[in-house]
């Protein structure tokens, strides 16, 4: 073992950061072979804008390899022609205890993608549940500890949180997000271990924020700036946090409560509206 003494490589932990613990992931992706921006379906999409397939790819294969480096189980689902937002494949479902909850997507363009993502669940072992309810997977469910934050305003119906509450038995928490280019919960909301999360309160009205606040007084408050290139969007095991490269003032905040920030450039898949997380749902067995 070596110790790197090195001021400028070592991170910048205050000695008050409690030490945090990597938790191996299992994960679920799709390669981006067909994305593109043919429709808009969120404020960051504009079909006018080129977008450059092979370029996702690569930027994508850095994501894909990063999680291998850090250990974690990496699953893939084929991706369709003529679904390009498939790559966000945090959005196909919402998965614990072995359980996958399908989405069903609010704008037809997405919707085939529903079946597609539980094909796959059911294929590989997974108690695929069907749902009722219009909901966009673990774009608008996150779990932290044993409580499901749930977003609603522009995706989810808030139904559905009725529907994952039922299904799984754990307290659902129902979030508003009232501002367009924030439209699922996975961008305005990051979670870091089972304890704690980043969030970007405008992104909230009123009576979440106070529910936000109480629970989580001790969460990383990002800027507007950092939010802004969808720096929320990542992904942790409880001590490394992939995080998107450019959101500079979150990787400050989260290397001095003891993380580690390790940034990738996905802005590619930025002109679809989506970054780390999207690319990445989680598989609980
Ligand atoms: N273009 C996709 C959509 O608007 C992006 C999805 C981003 N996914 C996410 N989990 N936030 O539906």
Known sequence: MTIDLDPTTTPATSALAPVRTAVKRTVLMCKPDYFTVVYRINPWMDPAIPTD???AVAQWQTLYDTYVGLGFDVHLIDPIDGLPDMVYAAN???VID???YGAAFTYPERQPEGPAYMDWFRANGFDVRVPVEINEGEGDFLLVGDVILAGTGFRSASNSHEEVSAIYGRPVITLNLVNPSFYHL??????LDDTNIAYLPSAFDEPSLAVLRERYPDAIIVTEEDAAILGLNSYSDGYNVVIAARAKDFERQLRERGYNPIGVDLSELLLGGGGVKCCTL???R
């Open 186 to 191: 996975d961008t305005a909301i990051a979670v």
């Open 92 to 94: 196909g479902g919402f």
């Open 282 to 284: 989680e598989l609980r």
């Open 53 to 55: 397939t092979s370029l």
């Open 98 to 100: 072995n359980i996958a």
